[in-house]
């Protein structure tokens, strides 16, 4: 199967390694020094206790992805405009476009950069990887998922194909119906923690040592899953509860990449994290003053 991977990061670098590996024939839509570490040397995954390096085809040529069946995109979402063009083009000559960017609103976003809507999944994946140096990429996680599915909630040939090459790799993958669901899902466990290590510059540890901490955390969960009620989004009644007990369950050093983000001074995610949630708050007349808050004083 041919693959194209817009983003050469943890994700999407990780992703191109096990696919490859596995072998698919994987095209990647890579820059500057890492492209070309990537060419001379070939894509390195580096775990805590073992690595390997697998030789993956990576360019900087838009139209070396075309005829790729589907095409994962991996980039952060202040970067999703630069491959904009990039994205229309493949999804106008039949490719089909699964995002794996944070946040609720990727869709629509893709759709305003001139992607076609039918060529449109939803994807979502829970993972933790960094791109390290030039050609290297750091495994976190203990374990991966990955789920894509239609956003009509409708079953189909090419979501399940996607699902089975990325299973080749070992990693867990599913369909699902309920796409929208698996996405405000994954958001309101990520947004959540990542205002809260933002806002105190920490890893997730330091927040759940303190009653307050703790807190925060929980008002910071409750207000996404009221918000998300208040569009009608179909979340369990067990949401909150659910979303802080996989909280409590991650390693002390979590930190989310929106907080190191943020303290790297850079370009961050806040307007797709806690920005989109006190905007939804606004228009549905739901309180969010956690999330306010760290729009307020995050915010570039």
């Not at 693959?3 to 990647?28: E, F, K, N, P």
């Amino acid at each position: 199967m041919r693959i194209a991977i817009v983003g050469a990061g943890g994700v999407g670098g990780y992703y191109s390694a096990l696919l490859a590996r596995a072998g698919h024939d994987v095209v990647l839509y890579a820059r500057g020094e890492h492209l070309q570490a990537i060419r001379h040397n070939g894509l390195t995954v580096r775990n805590s206790d073992s690595s390997f390096t697998v030789p993956v085809t990576a360019t900087d040529i838009a139209a070396d992805l075309d005829g790729a069946e589907w095409a994962m995109v991996a980039v952060k979402s202040y970067s999703l405009a630069e491959v904009g063009p990039v994205l229309s083009s493949l999804a106008a000559g039949g490719t089909t476009i699964v995002p794996l960017l944070n946040g609720v609103t990727v869709a629509e976003n893709l759709q305003a950069l001139g992607v076609s809507e039918k060529q449109i999944l939803g994807g979502a994946t829970v993972m933790n990887a960094h791109k390290v140096g030039p050609g290297v990429i750091e495994h976190l996680s203990r374990k991966e998922r990955f789920v894509v599915g239609e956003m009509d909630g409708t079953v189909s040939s090419r979501a399940k194909s996607i699902a089975a090459a990325i299973e080749t790799t070992g990693v867990e993958s599913l369909t699902s119906q309920y796409i929208v669901l698996e996405l405000w899902q994954k958001f309101n466990m990520l947004c959540a923690i990542s205002a809260a290590c933002g806002m105190a510059r920490s890893n997730l540890g330091h927040i759940r040592r303190s009653a307050l901490g703790q807190l925060l955390l929980e008002r910071a969960v409750g207000e996404i899953a009221a918000v998300a009620r208040a569009m009608n989004v179909a979340i369990p009644l067990s949401q909150e509860s659910d979303t802080l007990a996989r909280i409590a369950a991650m390693p002390a050093e979590v930190k989310p990449s929106f907080a190191v983000d943020v303290e790297r001074g850079g370009p961050n995610e806040l307007d797709v994290l806690s920005g989109a949630v006190s905007q939804f708050g606004r228009l549905t007349n739901t309180s969010t003053p956690v999330h306010d808050t760290a729009t307020a004083v995050l915010g570039r």
